[in-house]
């Protein structure tokens, strides 16, 4: 599986951004996806998770204001961000596991190359 990142960029603060993860392969719609994030000198974060069955999951400095979601039909996962913060400033990553979501960053297979988001204050 080969995952592709897009759709960072700089945004000031309380701004929105939608990021897209797309996908290669045939078996995208059994995968759980999920969102992770870095931010310099920082350890790599769960952000967001979506399962085979839609059910999602997120860290909780985000519920509220970051949506996940996927469309199996193009191969891509979203992540829709809202109400952005400089604290969420970070590359994020997509990642996928053939098995359930999981927060950690060893559980998961596959990773794209990530993609920038900054928000400014």
């Known amino acids: 599986v080969q995952l592709q990142a897009s759709g960072g960029g700089l945004v000031q603060a309380g701004g929105s951004l939608t990021l897209s993860c797309a996908a290669s392969?045939?078996?995208?719609?059994?995968?759980?996806m999920a969102w992770f994030r870095q931010a310099p000198g920082k350890e790599r974060e769960f952000v967001a998770a979506i399962s085979r069955y839609h059910w999602t999951d997120y860290v909780d400095s985000v519920k509220g204001r970051f949506t996940i979601s996927r469309a199996n039909a193009k191969n891509t996962v979203y992540l829709q961000m809202n109400s952005l913060l400089p604290e969420d400033t970070a590359v994020y990553y997509c990642?996928?596991?053939?098995?359930?979501?999981?927060?950690?960053?060893?559980?998961?297979?596959?990773w794209g190359q990530g993609t920038q988001v900054t928000v400014s204050s």
């Open positions: 990642a996928c596991r053939s098995l359930g979501a999981s927060y950690y960053v060893d559980d998961y297979d596959y």
């Open positions: 392969g045939r078996t995208f719609s059994s995968y759980t």
